[in-house]
Nanobody, 124 residues
Framework: QVQLVESGGGLVQAGGSLRLSCAGS????????MGWFRQAPGKEREFVAV????????YYRNSVKGRFTISRDNAKNTVYLQMNSLKPEETAVYYC?????????????????WGQGTQVTVSS
């Protein structure tokens, strides 16, 4: 069965950095676009970034452009999210997700597989 397992979350001070990883198994990883989403307490889950199956196309939400970098290593079935200059309001559970339709999607419903999430806490 398909599994997506996130890691790398933790507690960091405002302005700090974290690198999240998401390892996939049970799917042809290189055939899926991979996205990152986040959900803050009391808020809806929101799109953060997506990378195409080949890694050639990337799309970010505006508020993270220039600070976050999504990348992938298809040989390792892993997608990454490097997060720099983190802000307290970015405290959330971060999820990775896989989309077989490869449309560089930003909507939750377009993703068929999800990880369990990893907590990121940014202290002020």
């Amino acid at each position: 069965q398909v599994q997506l397992v996130e890691s790398g979350g933790g507690l960091v001070q405002a302005g700090g950095s974290l690198r999240l990883s998401c390892a996939g198994s049970g799917l042809f990883f290189s055939r899926y676009d991979m996205g990152w989403f986040r959900q803050a307490p009391g808020k809806e889950r929101e799109f953060v970034a997506v990378i195409s199956s080949s890694g050639s196309r990337i799309y970010y939400r505006n508020s993270v452009k220039g600070r976050f970098t999504i990348s992938r290593d298809n040989a390792k079935n892993t997608v990454y999210l490097q997060m720099n200059s983190l802000k307290p309001e970015e405290t959330a559970v971060y999820y990775c997700a896989a989309d077989k339709n490869r449309r560089l999607a930003s909507m939750e419903w377009e993703y068929g597989y999800w990880g369990q999430g990893t907590q990121v806490t940014v202290s002020s």
